[in-house]
Each structure stands twice: as structure tokens, then as C-alpha cells.
């Protein structure tokens, strides 16, 4: 994209643009903006690039880290209680578009080992690949007494990807899912294969869109089963031409700057 932008004038301009394309594309395929969630993708935003978009209103936050997400939940939840504290006591001047919280997401593929670390601090992981790890999932569930939203990752590129389910499994796995009883199983997520061409994208989104409806068809994962998690700032206008429902959209928003290694701990 080559573009750095880091001054929030430039943030509120791209947030703006970013929002206003959704908005177009959701029109295009005869839906309405609300009806298309955009995870805001924070891999390239500075701690004040977070707080600006949720001043804005934004509610829905990425990451693809277990560390990042983990400082970055804490640092928001600070700046948000504190926002709460000052505004118990000014409320008119409060700004009254900041949402009492966000719910953030789980995009990374993650390890079985992080589970425990990252299930209170999220709403929904999308990259469940594997068997093994939805069961791991459900167990830490049962154990800790919660429903654990998820989407299965699924890997339709036909590209040697390195996670994601295979299509044809995808329906099975499901099944396997709907039997976990501390596991909700909400939809799938995809990744098209980087491109400088959005439409390259296409036949991608198009063939997992399919594969939406067919599991749906199926009646494995019920009525809770309505999330198409796809396309990035490269191809999300494609991927919600194509059905998306969700949109994660990082440097579309922050632009491209790399952010250093949170400290560990
Ligand atoms: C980084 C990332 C995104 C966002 O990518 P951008 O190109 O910055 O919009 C979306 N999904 C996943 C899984 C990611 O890792």
C-alpha cells in the first residue's frame, strides 16, 4: 500500500474512507452497512491510533498475536475506565460515541498452549484449523464454565496456506464442533492469497461463500452459524461483493508502520 500514516487527521480521513467503501460495497450486493461488521486489524496501530478509532465509535478490534492482544486489551481497558471515571464527573462534555467497551478478536492462527491466556480476553476466534484445537477449546469451556465463539479457518485459496481446514473436511469438522457443547460455532473465515489484484481474490471469496451456505444447508451448526469472515484492506471490496459479513481491515486504517515487540510478561 505504501502509505504511513500515523497523524490522527490522516487516521480519521482513511477510518472515514475505509467505512464509506464498506458501506458502497454492502450496498452493491444489496445489503446495508450495519450489516457488515469491519474488524479494525491494530498489527500496524499505535496505542493512540487505538484510542482515536474508538473515540470515533468503533467497536470491533483485531489481532493476530496472543501477546499483542493481550497488551493491547489491557491498555484500552485502562484508557476506557479512565474515560468512564472523567466522564461520571463531566458527563457534558463527555464524548458520548465511545463505546463503554469493544470486543476483540482472535485472527491468528493460535496454539494450543495460549488458550487459557486468550479466551477471557476475547469475543470470537476465527482461526480455528484443527480438531485438536476446538477440543482443547471446548475443554478450557467446560472447565470454566463459558460458551466460546468460533469460526473455523478454513483454506479455499487452494494455495499450499499454511493453516486452514481443507474444504472438503470443513463439514465433518462442523460436526464434530456442534457435539462440543461449550463451543458455538458461528461461521468460517478465509484468507485470500496475496495479491497486488483484488480480482484475483474473487473466484476465492465466491468458492467460500459456497462453502458458507453449504455447511449452513446442512443444518450442522444451526442458527447461531451466520459469520463470513474475508477479505483484508487489499480485497474487502470484493470479498463483501462476494457475501463477507465481516471485513478485517488493518492498514487500510493505520496504515503500514511496523510496531515494535510489546514487552513480554
Ligand atoms: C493482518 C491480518 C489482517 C489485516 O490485514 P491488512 O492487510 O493489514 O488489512 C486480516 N486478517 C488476518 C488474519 C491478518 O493476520
Known sequence: MGMRMTGPNQLRDSYRKVMETVARASERSRRQ????????????ASPDQIRSVVEMGHTDMGENRVQHLAQRVAS????LSRRRALGAVASRTAHTDVPASVRWHMIGHLQRNKVKQIIPLVQLIHSVDSLRLAEELHAFGS??????????????????QKFGIAPPAV??????????????????????????????????????????????????AGQHFNILSMGMSGDYEVAIEEGANLVRIGRAIFGDQEQPEPPQG
Open 33 to 44: 452497512a450495519k450489516d457488515v461488521c469491519v474488524v479494525a486489524v491494530t498489527k500496524t
Open 76 to 79: 484500552l481497558d485502562e484508557f
Open 143 to 160: 472447565r470454566t464454565e463459558r460458551t466460546i465463539d468460533i469460526l473455523l479457518e478454513v483454506n479455499t485459496s487452494g494455495e499450499s
Open 171 to 220: 463439514i465433518h469438522l462442523a460436526e464434530q464442533v456442534d457435539t462440543m457443547m461449550s463451543l458455538r460455532l458461528r461461521g468460517i473465515m478465509a484468507m485470500a492469497p496475496y495479491s497486488d489484484n483484488p480480482e484475483d481474490a474473487r473466484p476465492v471469496f465466491a468458492r467460500t461463500y459456497e462453502l458458507f451456505q453449504e455447511v449452513r444447508a446442512a443444518g450442522v
